[in-house]
């Protein structure tokens, strides 16, 4: 009984996964960044930007310089969108390629000129062009 409701739950999460590849929450322990998109609907509440309510998403974490809200997006298919993110000051913007590998890895390009920067031992540097996020 106990694996048919396990099986029962894998399939659930598995079709909702396939219903909706652009909502999730993903992070890269590495760099200690995490990604939270919503590409459907604004229902994404960014971390002390709550004055702009719900967004379509946001990067963020211990090793990510600020928080970078999503301004713009094309979702190209289940498996490529293009994301724009801004910075919580709206001085800068970088364009993002997303990548889903499987139901549970993501890779998060870095495209143009790189802007997004982590704090490593005092100082700013620039984070590594490409993330692989994880579930």
């Known amino acids: 009984m106990r694996k048919l409701l396990l ?4 399939a659930i ?3 909702l996964y396939a219903d909706n590849p652009w909502k999730w929450r993903m992070t890269d322990k ?7 998109i919503d590409l459907y609907e604004e229902t994404v509440d960014v971390p002390t930007m709550d004055m702009f309510g719900p967004m ?3 990067l963020a974490g211990k090793g990510i310089y600020g928080v970078w809200m999503v301004t713009s997006f094309e979702i190209e298919s289940n498996k490529v969108a293009n994301v724009r993110l801004s910075n ?3 001085s800068e913007t970088q364009k993002t390629k997303l990548t889903i590998l ?4 993501c890779q998060l ?7 997004i920067k982590k704090v490593v031992n005092k100082k700013l540097v620039k984070i590594p062009t490409s993330l692989l ?3």
């Open 133 to 135: 996020l994880k579930r």
């Open 56 to 58: 379509n998403g946001y």
């Open 102 to 105: 499987n139901d549970s890895t």
């Open 30 to 36: 590495q760099n200690e960044a995490t990604l939270h």
């Open 7 to 10: 099986a029962a739950l894998v």
């Open 88 to 90: 919580d000051l709206g």
């Open 13 to 15: 999460a598995g079709q």
């Open 109 to 115: 390009d870095l495209v143009g000129p790189q802007v």
